[in-house]
């Protein structure tokens, strides 16, 4: 069970809804840092209602007018899935509109990268410094990995040797986001350039099982901090980058292009679509699709293949014999 200090009159609902989340297998502790910021304005504010009002949530959100976009987002999220939860006991209680996260901060389009960019980062980054060391080697393997699995940046950077089972092409991903694990299967050919970056990687690092798969030259794990600089000096390197105030494409946004190049495979292949996003759900770690639907863009190329699609069926089902 979880410990908790609230101290507002929703502190009762704020314990079980917490102990709810770890029951289904979620580890808590960053929801119960983020929901303690609301309960100390709950307090605050000397609210005394028995169930969060809309005005209150305004109020809120108000408050933190002075915090970063995605501060904000964050933490009116985890408020909007705990009155979710206490709206089953207290259909009077707000739930906050999903609209009033767009508003703090608008979704950012996607970058989708093209066959041929992600070729040229991956070339980029064998031109890393310094010359001759594992950096290259770790870098354009990591960002492979990343664009042909659709891996979270985090999970990557977990990897532990023993989680790379190269003799069945799957990796094991331990305690993923929401805390679920999971096997990825991969195909031979990033099998094999996984197996050559291990061969370099054991010459310089510990070669235990919890040792980090991917590493710097010292032997550390990754940390997004020193992969994102890499990333960026390879955009730039590929003239994906622009100087301050153009920010460009993000090294999420492999993810994404894994997605969007997965589903346009299946569209080339004359797949049921409808029958395999719940599998690309699941090898993508998520919930349900609609998480999933967050990561599909409708790309030039997507649409072309869904409008193929469209004709051919309306030419064989809709349009009247001889037509």
């Known amino acids: 069970m979880i410990q908790t200090e609230f101290i507002s009159i929703f502190s009762a609902r704020l314990s079980d809804y917490l102990a709810f ?17 609301f309960d100390r304005f709950v307090h605050q504010q000397g609210f005394q209602k028995p169930w969060p009002s809309r005005e209150l949530i305004e109020q809120y959100l108000a408050s933190n007018h002075h915090l970063q976009p995605g501060t904000r987002t964050n933490r009116l999220s985890v408020v909007r899935q705990f009155c979710r939860y206490f709206y089953q006991f207290e259909p009077q209680c707000y739930v906050p509109e999903p609209s009033m996260m767009h508003q703090i901060r608008p979704m950012r389009v996607a970058h989708i990268y093209t066959h041929a960019e992600i070729q040229a980062i991956v070339q980029a980054a064998w031109q890393l410094p310094p010359p001759g060391s594992l950096r290259p080697h770790t870098f354009a393997t990591l960002f492979g990995l990343l664009y042909t699995t659709g891996l ?72 997004h901090t020193n992969v994102n600089h890499a990333f960026r000096r390879v955009l730039k390197h590929c003239g994906l980058r622009g100087g301050k105030g153009c920010p460009g494409p993000r090294l999420h946004h492999l993810r994404h292009s894994f997605a969007c190049t997965r589903l346009l495979l299946w569209y080339r292949e004359d797949k049921d679509i409808n029958a395999l996003l719940p599998a690309l759900a699941t090898y993508l770690g998520h919930i349900n699709i609609n998480s999933t639907q967050v990561y599909l863009r409708a790309t030039t190329a997507l649409l072309e293949q869904a409008n193929h699609r469209f004709a051919v069926h309306f030419r064989h089902h809709i349009l009247p014999s001889g037509d």
Do not use: M
């Open 21 to 37: 989340r770890q029951l289904g297998g979620i580890e808590p502790k960053s929801q119960h840092q983020l929901l303690s910021y």
């Open 152 to 223: 979270r940046c985090g999970e990557a950077f977990g990897l532990n040797l023993s989680d790379v089972d190269l003799e069945q092409n799957r990796l094991f991903i331990t305690q993923g986001k929401f805390g679920k694990s999971r096997w990825v299967p991969i195909s031979s050919s990033t099998a094999d350039a996984l197996r050559r970056y291990r061969h370099e990687r054991l010459r310089i690092a510990p070669s235990l099982p919890d040792s980090p798969f991917f590493v710097i030259p010292t032997g550390h794990r990754l940390y």
